[in-house]
């Protein structure tokens, strides 16, 4: 299955960090949400992207959305990376690979490894519909800012 524009946003639940999972199901269908699928945290595309918006969350506060990153690392990784970027959104561990299947946004391999995440975006309106949907097939390219700031914009 694969998440697609005008499509409804399916639900999940994921962890944030050991022990402590985040319903995004409750925020989507209720206010704008950018999900932000990366490959494998810690990976030299992945930290510029989360460090990217780290470094313009000003401005991603002012639009009224909830950003979430999604890997397929464990919530031991996510948190870590979360924590020594100081990225202030959470970054969900997707380990089972369950939502990333969902949304398009896997490599059945990637150079020999099994099952890690596309880098991916998704702009998900208030109402839940999907009004941006990006999924790279080169792992090394880098996700569209610019378009991604203008469909949370236009939603």
């Known amino acids: ?13 994921l962890p944030a960090r050991p022990g402590h999972e985040i319903d995004v ?25 989360f460090c990217t918006f780290r470094d313009d969350w000003s401005n991603w506060s ?3 959305c909830a950003v979430y990153g999604i890997s397929v690392d464990s919530p031991f990784v996510t948190d870590k ?3 020594e970027l100081s990225i202030p959104f959470d970054i969900l561990s997707d380990f089972n690979k369950e939502v990333s299947r969902t949304y398009g946004a896997l490599y059945e391999n990637l150079m020999g490894l099994k099952g890690v995440g596309k880098r991916a975006a998704f702009v998900i309106n208030a109402a839940g519909k999907v009004v941006y949907a990006k999924v790279n097939d080169e ?14 914009e236009s939603c």
Do not use: R, W, Y
Not at 3 to 8: A, C, Q
Not at 26 to 48: D, E, M, R, Y
Not at 139 to 152: E, N, P
């Open 62 to 64: 002012k639009l009224g």
């Open 25 to 49: 199901g409750n925020v989507i269908g209720h206010q704008k949400v950018v999900l932000l699928f990366i490959p494998l945290a810690f990976s030299p595309v992945c930290t510029t992207e």
């Open 1 to 13: 299955m694969s998440v697609t524009i005008g499509s409804h946003a399916p639900a999940f639940k």
């Open 139 to 152: 792992a090394g390219q880098q996700v569209d800012f610019a378009a991604i700031q203008s469909a949370v």
């Open 81 to 83: 990376f979360k924590q």
